[in-house]
């Protein structure tokens, strides 16, 4: 048995149930997996888009001032309504939902070690409900700052369920089917997407007076998931690595909750938690933040993780995903047709996550996250080129060709680094090292793409659209692939002592 807390390869139990089953995880693990990637992974998605199709309900249309920002800046400050800079500012209050996320990283570990990961899920599910009344309520009183606010305590309390999340469906998913098990949470993400393009598009609630209700549709799906969660078992590998008071007691624990994801007999279900007991109690103590850069295997996994999920946000995604209407704009489309066009763009993501389901348990991780990264570079070039040939046309076709590349982008990075990079690094570190791992993967993504949001809209005023999406997004994608196809392992049904 491995520390990672999966069923090792050697299990005669495992194997069978494998074949029998075949890669698709069991139905109670599939429960679990879809109802934490609803309160976590979900949310993230739906928060990446509602800022983007409904621009023009934040915007007041004078060449793209907030609408939202511009009046609650003329309430609080009358003679702050310069465009360039409430532009700017929006782009900070985008932003900061990422700044959020990156403080909520660090309590990623404290949270899941604490409460567990179903209770600290569920404690993360109830900081996105108080922020998405503050959301709420920052319309009614029409503040910015309000609103600012509850961005930044919504990416808290997203990147603490992502963080556990993740932890929570690899050590609770069988080995043979874990990846698509942890796909989930990508396949989630992906319909978020498309559904935030949808719904808040200017014809439906992304409007001036009905831009709230985006806040209570998630407020929403997230009271629904934290009154469903008390129903599922706690994770296995966590239970194992526990204090033993009453140790009947502890094994039985251990053994129902191996027993509920597994779907496989009692005495089958006893003897890996006998295991799983043994495994973690020699080693109950877990790394700190610190700590995990001390063991070069640690550090190499954590490292990896970190470089993955920095691609993944260096991708240009960042960029397509916050800003993805106004570039459509920018290349000629009116406000409507700009916002159908990016709905339809994230329908090719959830196209690319439904293809990554069916190839990630047989081509593995590796050789798709490389060749996925190599060919998302090429689209990049092709994206630089007609946002130039654009500019220096005004042709329509080649606007037809953009939204093109932007689906392809979508389609491949949905099908790899989107959905990998959210599991890789708990399957290149041990459990005792996973919630530390966590940490700084989640914290480095936050950083990554905070920056970039931070800082795209003033660089693309200051030179042009194409020039700003070169700097930022081609050379980190060509460094990435290199490093990665030299150093990256593949974790395809293997425990962390086999990689």
Known sequence: MSSSGIIPSASTTSTTNALKKGKWPPLRTTFMASI??????????FQLLITNPAQGAFIKVITHIVKFLNASKHSNNPD???????????????????LGSMTGAFFIKIVAERFGRKKGIMLAIITQI???LLAITSYWIVNHYLFAFARFTMGMGIAVA???????????SPAHCRGIASLLNGVCLQSSLTIGAVLAMPKLLGTEDLWWTLYLFQLTINTVVLCILPV???SPSYLASQEVKHHDIFKSKVTESVKFY???????????ADTLISTHQISRSQETIFSVWRSPFNRRGTLLGMMVTVAMAMSGITVINAFAFEILMDVGMEQDTAAFANAFICVFSLAGIMVSTWIIDHFGRRPLIISTFGF?????VAIISLMWAYSETQNQIVSYLLISSICMFNFLFAMGPGPISMF????????????????????VMAAVRFLPLTSYLPVKNLTSEPIAYAIFFIIPMIVVVVVLYFLLPETKGRNVEEI
């Open 376 to 380: 998302l570079t090429i689209v990049n």
């Open 130 to 132: 108080t922020s998405s």
């Open 262 to 272: 597994h779907e496989i007999p009692y005495e089958d279900a006893e003897r890996i």
């Open 36 to 45: 934490v990637a609803l309160g976590s992974s979900f949310s993230f998605g």
């Open 232 to 234: 599922v078992h706690e």
């Open 80 to 98: 702050d309504a310069i465009i360039a800079h409430l532009e700017n500012q929006w782009s900070v209050i985008v932003a900061i939902f990422f």
């Open 162 to 172: 992502m963080g556990i999340a993740a932890m929570f469906v690899t050590e609770s």
């Open 424 to 443: 890789i690094t708990g399957e290149l570190v041990p459990q005792t090292s996973r919630s530390a791992s966590s940490v700084w993967t989640n914290a």
